[in-house]
């Protein structure tokens, strides 16, 4: 059964910085399109970057030049390094595969991803 299983999650202060990680089991994860969402309650779920096989990579617009999106293919897993956190970045933090090599254009539709991870609650404090 194919897993993904977040970490890294926790609380920070405003400003800090925090890695998150994303492991496949029984699925080949890293080689296919890989994604970060985020949600908060009462709120749709939104893209934050995705990386494909190639480690080509995508970033909504409030994760570019904060946060990186990494994957080590030996590991089967992926990371978002998250920098300079911001309160408003306080959120449930998925990890989401698909069995596509490439995300393309449509990398930040929830539709788009078949497996989901549980996800990891990220709390950042002012």
């Known amino acids: 059964q194919v897993q993904l299983v977040e970490s890294g999650g926790g609380a920070v202060q405003a400003g800090g910085s925090l890695r998150l990680s994303c492991a496949g089991s029984?699925?080949?994860?890293?080689?296919?399109?890989m994604a970060w969402f985020r949600q908060t309650p009462g709120k749709d779920r939104e893209a934050v970057a995705s990386?494909?096989?190639?480690?080509?990579?995508s970033y909504a617009d409030f994760a570019q030049g904060r946060f990186a999106i990494s994957k080590d293919n030996a590991e089967n897993t992926m990371y978002l390094q998250m920098s300079s956190v911001k309160p408003e970045d306080t959120a449930m933090y998925y990890c989401?595969?698909?069995?596509?090599?490439?995300?393309?254009?449509?990398?930040?539709?929830?539709?788009?991803?078949?497996?989901w991870g549980q996800g990891t609650q990220v709390t950042v404090s002012s």
């Open positions: 990386i494909d096989r190639d480690a080509r990579t």
């Open positions: 989401a595969s698909d069995r596509r090599y490439w995300c393309g254009d449509g990398w930040n539709s929830v539709k788009a991803y078949d497996y």
């Open positions: 029984e699925y080949p994860a890293t080689t296919y399109c």
